[in-house]
């Protein structure tokens, strides 16, 4: 009984999940008319990584975020410009963030906020840096100039898309640790064994 509780909790975590990514994944949609909200995906990938640790609940949300990609391309017109060869390491570094989240053992602010801050900032800025080397070597300026002009182009760009998960993950440490205080969410109100 107890099992068949945690794997409806568990699906029911994922599917939260994938609606704030609908809601957040950088494409028009009905929230962005409102608000505009950073890319949840990245902070839903620690969390099933540090609390739900299946190998299922990673793949959902990495085909999720393939899947939100395709249909804004082909049923929204967003400009599929992203979408090269390197759209092939996305979800590799997608499952890595998965991975370290497991080396995780709460999202609650504690004694150890310092090292899962460090875990999560150094994750997150390899994460980016990979994904983003892997773009640039598609584009028409590494064809014409290499390597010599991407310091400039991360420079410009990590510090528009990294910051965003931050302050994801910044959000959710505080509501994960009111919920260990105060047990909204009985699933996350305990650490990860």
């Known amino acids: 009984m107890t099992d068949q509780i945690n794997k409806t909790r568990t ?26 909200l950073p890319d949840f995906t990245i902070p839903a990938l620690f969390i099933a990584g540090i609390y739900l640790r299946k190998f299922w609940v990673a793949f959902v949300i990495i085909i999720s975020a393939i899947a939100i990609d395709n249909y804004a391309i082909i049923h929204e017109g967003v ?39 460090l ?26 100039t290499g390597w010599v002009n991407f310091p400039e182009y991360a420079a410009q760009w990590s510090m528009a898309e990294t910051p965003s998960v931050l302050y994801w993950m910044v959000a959710i440490s505080i509501v994960f640790t009111l919920n260990h205080r105060y047990s909204f969410i009985s699933f996350f109100s305990t650490q990860k064994n």
Request: hydrophobic share 55%; aromatic share 18%; glycine share 4%.
């Open 119 to 144: 875990i999560v900032i150094a994750a997150a800025s390899t994460q980016w840096l990979v994904a983003t080397s892997s773009y640039y070597f598609f584009t028409a300026t590494y064809a014409k």
């Open 79 to 117: 400009g599929a410009n992203c979408i090269t060869p390197a759209y092939s390491v996305l979800p590799l570094t997608y499952y890595a963030i998965f991975w370290v989240g497991k080396y995780i053992s709460s999202l609650k602010l504690d004694t150890s906020i310092i090292k899962n801050a």
């Open 11 to 36: 699906i029911f975590a994922v599917f939260i999940m994938v609606l704030l990514m609908i809601a957040t994944r950088g494409h028009s949609n009905w929230l962005s008319a409102f608000v505009h």
